[in-house]
C-alpha cells in the first residue's frame, strides 16, 4: 500500500515537473521534423525590445527576411531545411554581433539567443537524421537572405536581422 502511494507521488510529481518544463512551447512542423519551440517566450521577448532594436537600425529600405520571395511560399518540404538553415544564422552570426549599452535589452536578447539555440539543437539534431533535406529551392533561399546580410556592416545587419525576428516568427507560425 505504502509503495502505491510512493509510486503515485513520483508519477505526479514528473507529471508535474515535466508540465512545467513545456508550458509555453508550440510544436512546430518543418517538413518531416517537429520542434518544441517556446514561441510564447520568444515573441514577448522580441516584443519588449522591438522598438528598440528597430530604432537603432538606420536602413529602412531594405529588408533582410522579407527580400522578395525569401521566405515566401517555401514548400512544405523544404521548411525543415530553411528553418535550420536561419536558426544557424541568428545564432552563429545575428546574436553574437547584437550587444548594446542597455542590459535589458541584452538580457532580452540573450534570453532569445538561448531559447534559439535549443531549436538549433533540435533542428540539427533532425538534419543528422536525414529528415531534413535541403533542396535547390531552400538553398536559393537561403542564399538570397544571406546576401542580404552580408550586404551590410556586420553591426548593421545583425541589428536589421534582429528586427526583423516577428518576420521570422510569423511564418513559423503558419508552420504550426
Not at 64 to 73: D, E, F, G, N
Not at 82 to 95: G, I, T, W
Not at 107 to 135: D, P, Y
Request: glycine share 4%; charged share 20%.
Amino acid at each position: 500500500m505504502k509503495r502505491s502511494h510512493l509510486f503515485l507521488c513520483l508519477f505526479s510529481m514528473s507529471c508535474w515537473v515535466n508540465l512545467m518544463l513545456t508550458a509555453g512551447n508550440k510544436i512546430f512542423r518543418f517538413g518531416a521534423c517537429r520542434v518544441s519551440v517556446s514561441a510564447t517566450e520568444i515573441r514577448s521577448g522580441f516584443t519588449a525590445i522591438k522598438s528598440n532594436i528597430q530604432a537603432r537600425d538606420p536602413i529602412r529600405t531594405l529588408s533582410i527576411l522579407s527580400y522578395p520571395h525569401s521566405l515566401h511560399k517555401v514548400k512544405s518540404s523544404d521548411r525543415c531545411c530553411v528553418a535550420h538553415h536561419l536558426f544557424n544564422f541568428y545564432v552563429d552570426r545575428v546574436f553574437k554581433h547584437c550587444k548594446t549599452e542597455d542590459s535589458y535589452v541584452n538580457r532580452k536578447i540573450s534570453s532569445i539567443a538561448n531559447s534559439f539555440l535549443s531549436v538549433k539543437r533540435k533542428l540539427g539534431q533532425c538534419h543528422e537524421q536525414n529528415k531534413c533535406t535541403c533542396g535547390q529551392e531552400s538553398t536559393e533561399k537561403f542564399k538570397q537572405i544571406l546576401a542580404n546580410y552580408e550586404g551590410l556592416n556586420v553591426t548593421s545587419a545583425a541589428i536589421k536581422s534582429l528586427g526583423e525576428l516577428d518576420i521570422l516568427l510569423d511564418w513559423m507560425e503558419k508552420s504550426h
